[in-house]
């Protein structure tokens, strides 16, 4: 049993910066993948970045070189810094848990808004 919990969404200018964040508790399996999601009004939610303890990195195209992700491993935490915000980046971020040996076992936080405005 994993719970997520999200902070650092708000509304920011195009151009501007937010940093999330998610503190993850429980039985966390130490082979885990964590990442962000992010899904827009009428949208499918779509992956942002994910990230192994390894470091291991995957970013979507329409983020790289924008976003970084990152895990501090000793507070069981994710961040996104998310630099260069679009408006096309205005979506609820959601940040994702998953077991690598057992897939059933896929967390969720319960989304942070970021609002980008022009």
């Known amino acids: 049993q994993v719970q997520l919990v999200e902070s650092g969404g708000g509304l920011v200018q195009a151009g501007g910066s937010l940093r999330l964040s998610c503190a993850a508790s429980?039985?966390?399996?130490?082979?885990?993948?964590m990442g962000w999601y992010r899904q827009a009004p009428g949208k499918e939610r779509e992956l942002v970045a994910t990230?192994?303890?390894?470091?291991?990195?995957n970013y979507a195209d329409s983020v790289k070189g924008r976003f970084t992700i990152s895990r501090e491993y000793a507070k069981n935490t994710v961040y996104l810094q998310m630099n260069n915000l679009k408006v096309e980046d205005t979506a609820v971020y959601y940040c994702?848990?998953?077991?690598?040996?057992?897939?059933?076992?896929?967390?969720w936080g319960q989304g942070t808004q970021v609002t980008v405005s022009s």
């Open positions: 994702n848990l998953r077991d690598i040996v057992k897939h059933a076992n896929d967390y």
């Open positions: 429980g039985s966390i399996s130490a082979f885990n993948v």
């Open positions: 990230i192994v303890r390894g470091a291991l990195t």
